[in-house]
């Protein structure tokens, strides 16, 4: 397992931004997830090791972009254009990551979670 803490939530107007941090050492890959009140967790963005590979819930691309800097142990998520409708607790997640082509943006596919930051977005 691996130890993940976010940071970066808050409450901001709508069509502003945010930038979410998570702090993960290792070799692994990441994602990010979220959870509003009453709905299941969704997947929102995941990056590889190397951060050659991103990969986006349809709903967020174009506006969210994940990131990460290795030699900081950081992976970033920075939310533009935000809406209410983005309002819930952000959840960083953590695989080790193998290598390949696979990607992976289920829930049950992460084994490390963090214990997530609340993003509120005001209308």
């Known amino acids: 397992q691996v130890h993940l803490v976010e940071s970066g939530g808050g409450l901001v107007q709508a069509g502003g931004s945010l930038r979410l941090s998570c702090a993960a050492s290792?070799?692994?890959?990441a994602g990010w997830f979220r959870q509003a009140p009453g709905k299941e967790r969704e997947f929102v963005a995941a990056?590889?090791?190397?951060?050659?590979?991103?990969y986006y819930a349809d709903s967020m691309k174009g506006r969210f972009t994940i990131s990460r800097d290795n030699a900081l142990n950081t992976v970033y998520l920075q939310m533009n254009s935000l809406k209410p409708e983005d309002r819930a607790v952000y959840y960083c997640a953590a695989r080790p990551d193998s290598g390949g082509s696979y990607y992976y943006t289920g829930v049950t596919d992460f084994g490390s979670w963090g214990q997530g930051t609340q993003v509120t977005v005001s209308s």
């Open positions: 290792g070799r692994i890959y």
């Open positions: 990056i590889s090791w190397s951060g050659g590979r991103t």
